[in-house]
């Protein structure tokens, strides 16, 4: 018959509990742990943030010594700090800002010009795109033509939209319309063709005419691509606001950087590009965010 004493048994559980307790709070991994400095770098946020900082900060770093090799030349290696009072003093209508606005102001009527361009050029795709899915005639007849304008640079053909419409308001946003209508309408064309065939025949077996199909099977199953082509039209269409403002451009965020570099203000035009690129990234990731809310079925079907 045993003697063990009751007590050993309940000293022994304590004190595995308190082992593990003290090893959930030192391993981020343990249930209950990750508390610690060592689990925030497990967060893959934090990852995400800590990789893309360290990569600005690698490209700031190579920047800084390009500019400071050699001897000084403000003109072709203008310095970061150098762009960064550029910036300060853009900032503010105290220190003259440029052609009278600050730099926000010249972004923010290049994004209005970009937003109404890019809506009637996105608009007009969709409608087309659509209407080439289901039209098979129209579609052979347009692609090759949507093709042609989609390979051509703005520049090519913002000279003809000069001369036909003027130098005002109008030519930029026609050019920016023309740039996000190919790609939204291709795209779109080719999402209504890809519609699943079993789920359209399940459509008209329950007795709905085409456009019923149409409205209620193939746009919902083209919406993943349709957002995709959207993106990619906003994103040509954003790129090509330089070229929009090349004429009569100002102010404009493009027309105040073709206008610094006709007097080789190189830092201005520092601005202006880090103005642009920083303004695409936030919509493009405002865009994405939209689509992955919109149909949050993507990549799980």
Not at 189 to 212: H, N
């Amino acid at each position: 018959m045993s003697t063990t004493s009751p007590a050993r048994p309940v000293a022994a559980a304590e004190a595995a509990v308190t082992g593990l307790g003290d090893r959930q709070h030192d391993d981020p991994a343990a249930p209950g742990g990750g508390r610690g400095r060592r689990g925030l770098l497990r967060s893959p946020l934090l990852r995400r943030v800590t990789i893309r900082v360290a990569s600005a900060g690698v490209v700031v770093l190579v920047w800084w010594a390009v500019s400071a090799w050699g001897t000084p030349d403000p003109t072709l290696r203008p310095s970061p700090a150098l762009v960064w009072r550029t910036l300060v003093d853009l900032s503010t209508l105290q220190d003259g800002g440029y052609n009278g606005l600050t730099w926000w102001q010249h972004l923010q009527i290049s994004l209005g010009r970009v937003a109404l361009g890019t809506a009637i050029g996105v608009a007009a795709g969709l409608v087309l795109g659509l209407a080439m899915g289901v039209i098979t005639p129209l579609r052979i007849g347009l692609e090759p033509l949507l093709t042609f304008v989609r390979n051509l640079p703005p520049l090519a053909y913002f000279s003809l939209v000069v001369i036909w419409f003027g130098i005002d308001e109008t030519p930029k946003i026609i050019l920016l319309a023309i740039a996000a209508l190919p790609p939204v309408a291709v795209v779109t064309a080719g999402a209504v063709l890809g519609a699943p065939v079993a789920l359209v025949e399940a459509g008209r077996s329950i007795g709905l005419g085409r456009l019923a199909v149409v409205r209620r099977v193939v746009i919902p199953s083209a919406l993943p691509e349709v957002l995709t082509g959207i993106r990619l039209s906003v994103a040509i269409a954003y790129s090509s606001v330089v070229a929009a403002e090349t004429i009569n451009g100002l102010p404009g965020i493009g027309g105040m950087v073709r206008d610094a570099q006709a007097y080789n203000n190189t830092a201005v035009v520092i601005v202006g590009i880090l103005a642009i690129g920083t303004s695409g990234l936030v919509i493009d990731s405002l865009i994405t965010t939209v689509a992955a809310r919109v149909t949050p079925w993507r990549g799980h079907t």
